[in-house]
């Protein structure tokens, strides 16, 4: 069983900053692939970044060359940093797990989900 907590999301104004975090309990952190999701209100939950064991990356065209995802193995941690935040990043933001060798890029390869952590970005 992995567990997975967010944290770090916060009010933000246009143009600003931020980096979530999501700490993962269990085992093998190091063989998970790690993926970060979104849902607006209204909207269905979006792939925004995801991660390989490997550190391969893959990113939604919508945060590509503004957001980055990175892990630290040794904390059990992965880490998304947002930089030039618009109005339109506003959102629930879920860290997810999933025990593969490759790199999801759908919810549904994912079996492991944080609680999420609300990114309001102000215009």
């Known amino acids: 069983q992995v567990q997975l907590v967010e944290s770090g999301g916060g009010l933000v104004q246009a143009g600003g900053s931020l980096r979530l975090s999501c700490a993962a309990s269990?085992?093998?952190?190091?063989?998970?692939?790690m993926g970060w999701f979104r849902q607006a209100p209204g909207k269905e939950r979006e792939f925004v970044a995801a991660?390989?064991?490997?550190?391969?990356?893959s990113y939604a065209d919508s945060v590509m060359g503004r957001f980055t995802i990175s892990r630290d193995n040794a904390k059990s941690t992965v880490y998304l940093q947002m930089n030039s935040l618009k109005p339109e990043d506003t959102a629930v933001y879920y860290c997810?797990?999933?025990?593969?060798?490759?790199?999801?890029?759908?919810?549904?390869?994912?079996?492991?989900w944080g609680q999420g952590t609300q990114v309001t970005v102000s215009s």
């Open positions: 991660i390989s064991w490997g550190d391969w990356t």
């Open positions: 269990g085992r093998a952190f190091s063989s998970y692939a």
């Open positions: 997810a797990a999933a025990v593969t060798g490759q790199l999801p890029t759908s919810a549904g390869g994912y079996a492991y």
